[in-house]
């Protein structure tokens, strides 16, 4: 298997190398695992790509690559420049730095990275470490989703992929902020709502009198809606949870018409 691996937290980052070493096991021996990440930090920046200006892309190393990009640009230059030759079968994206749980997927270039995959007919991963005062201390914060990572993506990719559909199915991944040895399992639930907290700003005054807003995220110890993503990662539980790029509120359609009608 040939395995696209990308992150929104750098080149440098260390959950990229958690996730080399995730690819390169589910590669197996005769496979390959190709990097194209971001040359810098990516994180907020969701499924943005570079449309108005060019993009550098330098070389790093064996199948190695930096991108001056967002995580979506990345992809869409390992697809159709970079590996044009050599297509992947997966498409793998982290591992995050903080969870993507909740509203965080809406915000994330991890999951749109993943996303950009489905866009172009791949099967596509986002894997996040959801951080807290549990894994502080550790030797690596990313020792869940280490532990488990390769588990998760095997029964994923085991459940089969769906035949082409114009939106297809890609998956996000969040690991409990735990250590790996008190991780309950593995949950399949839909992605929740962080309930009385939203993305916000703190202004700051430079040395020179400028001022400058800082953007803040709520609090991810708050709970979410029942039996979902970041409910159950508080609750010391992997979730997966499947996702398409199709923003239709289905739910309200008929609704609408009625009103046009």
Not at 23 to 31: F, M, S
Not at 78 to 99: E, F, K, Q, W, Y
Not at 211 to 221: A, C, N
Request: net charge negative; charged share 20%; proline share 8%.
């Amino acid at each position: 298997m040939r395995i696209l691996i990308t992150n929104d937290d750098g080149i440098n980052a260390p959950g990229l190398e958690v996730l080399h070493a995730i690819a390169t096991e589910i590669a197996g021996p005769q496979g390959e695992v190709w990097t194209v990440a971001p040359a810098f930090e990516q994180s907020g920046v969701g499924h943005c790509i570079s449309y108005t200006h060019p993009m550098m892309v330098a070389e790093l190393g064996p199948r190695r690559w930096a991108a001056e990009g967002s995580p979506a640009d990345c992809v869409i230059a390992a697809l159709h420049d970079v590996m044009t030759d050599t297509p992947p079968d997966l498409i793998l994206s982290g591992v995050n730095r903080g969870n993507n749980s909740a509203e965080n997927a809406l915000y994330s270039g991890t999951l749109g990275g993943a996303m950009e995959g489905a866009l172009q007919g791949l099967p596509a991963i986002a894997l996040s470490q959801y951080l807290g005062p549990r894994t502080r201390d550790l030797e690596n914060p990313f020792e869940g989703a280490a532990t488990y990572g390769v588990e998760v993506i095997r029964r994923i990719l085991a459940t089969g992929l769906e035949p082409d559909a114009p939106y297809r199915l890609f998956w996000s991944v969040n690991f409990p902020p735990l250590p790996a040895a008190e991780v309950k399992g593995t949950r399949v639930v839909p992605q929740g709502y962080r309930i009385d907290t939203s993305y916000g700003c703190e202004p700051h005054l430079s040395p020179s009198g400028r001022r400058f807003l800082w953007i803040r995220g709520g609090d991810q110890r708050a709970r979410a809606t029942p039996g979902s993503d970041a409910e159950v990662n508080l609750d010391g539980y992997i979730s997966v949870t499947p996702m398409r790029a199709d923003l239709t509120a289905h739910d309200a359609l008929d609704r609408l018409k009625d009103a046009f009608a």
